[in-house]
Antibody
Framework: QVQLVESGGGLVKPGGSLRLSCAASGFIFSDFHMSWIRQAPGKGLDLVSYMSGSGGDISYSDSVKGRFTISRDNAKNSVFLQMDSLGVADTAMYYC???????????????WGQGTLVSVS | QTVVTQEPSLTVSPGGTVTLTCASNTGAVTSGYYPNWFQQRPGQAPRALIYSTTNRHSWTPARFSGSLIGGKAALTLSGVQSEDEADYYCLLYYAGTPVFGGGTRLTVL
């Protein structure tokens, strides 16, 4: 069965860095776009970044562009989010999720991990 | 800036029917936006319910259905159960880029 397991969250001071990981299993990892989606306390869902299966298509939200870097290791079935210059506004639960795309045309997000909590204070 | 709008909150009685909607500030929502719907119960991760406007995932109960109504994407819950009390989020794809709506808090009362 498909599983996504995030790790790497924690408490960090403003200006600090964290690297989140998402370990995937149960599907051909390189066939799928992977996304990082965050949810601030009491707020809605916010797409942070996504990357295509080959790594050739990458996107970031304006709020994290230049500070966050998404990457993936298809040999290890993992996607990562390097977060630098963290601010209080980055405090959130971070989820990784799998997306179905044909080229750059995506149609759905289906599986989500349980999330990893990032607190900046 | 692309904005996807949902009702902030709705209330429904057990056994009743309720429709949640998802609108785009760019105009009418069509199937080309591949509307997705997600459910998030308190303290849990989001769970996918509907994709490409009308398609249920294998785990989605039949009482959840998706459609287009009046230029918006819609999620209808029929025969609502107490366990359906949750936040519901829609997602629209704009030329391949996904944008979430702000969510609807559904109360079953």
């Amino acid at each position: 069965q498909v599983q996504l397991v995030e790790s790497g969250g924690g408490l960090v001071k403003p200006g600090g860095s964290l690297r989140l990981s998402c370990a995937a299993s149960g599907f051909i990892f390189s066939d799928f776009h992977m996304s990082w989606i965050r949810q601030a306390p009491g707020k809605g869902l916010d797409l942070v970044s996504y990357m295509s299966g080959s790594g050739g298509d990458i996107s970031y939200s304006d709020s994290v562009k230049g500070r966050f870097t998404i990457s993936r290791d298809n040999a290890k079935n993992s996607v990562f989010l390097q977060m630098d210059s963290l601010g209080v506004a980055d405090t959130a639960m971070y989820y990784c999720a799998r997306a179905h795309c044909s080229g750059t045309r995506c149609s759905r997000i289906d599986y989500w991990g349980q999330g990893t909590l990032v607190s900046v204070s | 800036q692309t904005v996807v709008t949902q009702e902030p909150s709705l209330t429904v009685s057990p056994g009743g029917t309720v429709t949640l909607t998802c609108a785009s500030n760019t105009g009418a929502v069509t199937s080309g936006y591949y509307p997705n719907w997600f459910q998030q119960r308190p303290g849990q991760a989001p769970r996918a319910l509907i994709y490409s406007t009308t398609n249920r995932h294998s785990w989605t109960p039949a009482r959840f259905s998706g459609s287009l109504i009046g230029g918006k994407a819609a999620l209808t819950l029929s025969g609502v159960q107490s366990e359906d009390e949750a936040d519901y989020y829609c997602l629209l794809y704009y030329a391949g880029t996904p944008v979430f709506g702000g969510g609807t808090r559904l109360t079953v009362l």
